[in-house]
């Protein structure tokens, strides 16, 4: 082989390595972002009964009443007591509604959770309308301290005129709520502490 060939051949082979690096980084980075682009998808568009965020404020009430449930949920491993206020409450379609949940920590050192919310049925998510809302934000309890936590909601008149939806007349929210990445590492659990929700803990330099 001459030295003309030799060049374009090693030339060939690290365009041919670079293509195949830039190709494994790309998919690493989607793989990263996968998760979150598919929550704010479903934030944004109400799919599997995630409700949606934003938005304009409550229209205003309309006919329709609707009883809302309330559900809450805790990861054994979270030495929490989590509960709504009151269970249920009927509110009209296109009205603002108001609701709290309860948490205290029984724990003996301070301990953090997060917390996932949904709706049923599963085809009300993208009329439901959250304005206000403890869900996706680290919480952290001190032994023996006691939050209220509020959720701001409104439901979409155009629920009533969707033909998947319009027979609807009890919508439940459910919240559960997580021990953090963060806070099992702490507690030495992270291995036994079922599902979590959060960011690894990053390094310390």
């Known amino acids: 082989m001459t030295p003309d060939q030799q060049s374009r051949l090693d030339r060939r082979n690290r365009r041919t390595v670079l293509a195949a690096f830039t190709g494994v980084a790309g998919m690493v980075g989607v793989s990263f972002a996968a998760v979150p682009l598919y929550d704010l998808f479903c934030r944004v568009t109400g799919f599997n009964g995630t409700p949606m965020i934003g938005g304009a404020a409550a229209p205003g009430a309309g006919e329709q009443v609707l009883t809302i449930r309330f559900n809450a949920n805790t990861q054994p491993n979270l030495p929490w007591r989590f509960e709504p206020a009151v269970p249920s409450l009927r509110l009209r379609v296109g009205e603002e509604g108001v609701a709290f949940y309860n948490a205290t920590s ?11 919310y949904n709706v049923t049925p599963e085809v009300v998510g993208k009329y439901f309308h959250k ?8 919480q952290t309890l001190q032994p023996g301290q006691q939050v209220d ?19 609807i007349r009890t919508i439940t929210v459910s919240y559960t709520f997580f021990r953090s990445l963060n806070d ?3 507690a030495g659990a992270l291995a036994s502490a079922g599902p979590h929700v959060g960011r690894r803990p990053s390094a310390t330099p």
Do not use: K
Request: aromatic share 10%; proline share 10%; hydrophobic share 30%.
């Open 149 to 167: 936590m509020p959720l701001a909601f409104w439901v979409d008149p155009a629920i009533s005129q969707d033909p998947n939806t319009r027979d």
């Open 106 to 116: 029984s724990g003996e050192r301070p301990s953090t959770g997060i917390s996932t």
């Open 131 to 138: 304005t206000a809302c403890f869900c996706f934000e680290e």
């Open 184 to 186: 099992a590492d702490r």
